[in-house]
């Protein structure tokens, strides 16, 4: 049995809400687009290797600030016209206007872009910055929801944040704004990238409690370096658990043991998740796919026997 698409439904028709209701779990890669020559060869060489694993859908992201925005849309095109993949494309409301979001949204709908994961964005610059609104624009994730949705035949993810949404000043306000995202129509949800189960299972039940039971995907990434990770940490506030992170460390010469124990941690992680009935995974690929299709092999026991 494989993870494909059910062939009862073309895939360039699918929507994400539609392949979370008929099977489970949906396993799907993000990726981020490319900057420059070197970086596209590589994007699509990734992309060549896992397209044969037939995952559900790609992710395809933004640059802080919404700065690869035609990088995204010209990159989420190409998937959806010359490869089997089905696109999910990353759209943010940051420093555009209502105006400029329709047209956007109905170029996706022209290319049969049909599944968005709709983010108000970080501040352009600096992530970190305050955020402030187009005049013409959207303040909130939850008004680009009911923007997309009344747009057109969209399916719409949103993001999640096991760890806490890093601008919330509490975690009880937190869940509160997700929950408004949901009621404002979002299909599915997918996660910020976490290391505790015990995370994700909070927000989830939280959640559940302020009436929301949209799916939320675990957003997973297999560690490949440690700088890399500890700045992640930084700039999100996601916990990098000291136990891990002293593993890492101290082999941190060598990249094949750190890819390693990023694989050994991403599956553990993953089959448990799947184990307490996560929807699926959505796994982070940083454009590459060797770590990645370890951990699917991994799970693929798992994934089979849930489907069944």
């Keep these: 049995m494989t993870l494909g698409l059910p062939t009862t439904m073309p895939r360039e028709d699918a929507k994400i809400s539609d392949l979370l209701r008929m099977r489970k779990p949906c396993i799907s890669f993000e990726m981020f ?60 409301a940051v420093d555009h206007s209502v105006a400029e979001l329709r047209n956007l949204i109905g170029h996706f709908a022209n290319v049969g872009v049909r599944n968005i994961l709709a983010l108000r964005g ?19 994730a939850h008004e680009l929801v009911e923007l997309i949705k009344e747009s057109g035949d ?37 996660t910020q990238i976490f290391f505790g189960v015990e995370d994700y299972l909070r927000l989830r039940d939280d959640a559940a409690k302020l009436g929301c039971d949209t799916p939320i995907i675990p957003g997973i990434m297999p560690v490949t370096n440690v700088r890399q990770i500890e700045k992640f940490a930084e700039l999100t506030g996601m ?28 599956s553990e992680l993953c089959e448990e998740l799947l184990r307490e009935g996560a929807p699926g995974v959505q796994f982070v690929t940083l454009n590459h796919s060797r770590s990645t299709r370890r951990v699917w092999d991994n799970i693929r026991p798992l994934t089979e026997d849930a489907a069944r």
Excluded at 67 to 83: G, L, N, S
Excluded at 122 to 140: C, E, F, K
Excluded at 165 to 187: I, L, M, N, Q, Y
């Design 33 to 92: 687009p490319p900057r420059t020559e070197k970086e596209e060869r590589v994007l699509w060489k990734t992309i060549r290797a896992l397209e044969p694993l037939n995952p559900d859908w790609v992710s395809i992201t933004y640059g802080a600030g919404g700065k690869t925005r035609e990088t995204t849309v010209e990159t989420t095109d190409r998937i959806a016209t010359e490869t089997t993949l089905l696109p999910m494309a990353h759209f943010t």
């Design 239 to 266: 916990a990098f658990p000291e136990d891990l992170a002293a593993r890492l460390r101290a082999v941190a010469d060598d990249r094949d043991a750190i890819r390693d124990i990023g694989v050994e941690v991403a």
């Design 154 to 190: 969209f399916s719409v993810g949103v993001a999640a944040f096991p760890e806490g949404h890093p601008r919330s000043p509490d975690w009880e306000t937190g869940v509160r704004h997700f929950a408004e995202k949901c009621r404002a129509g979002a299909d599915f949800a997918v």
């Design 122 to 140: 970080d501040p352009p610059g600096d992530p970190q910055a305050d955020w402030v609104s187009h005049p013409d624009g959207l303040t909130y």
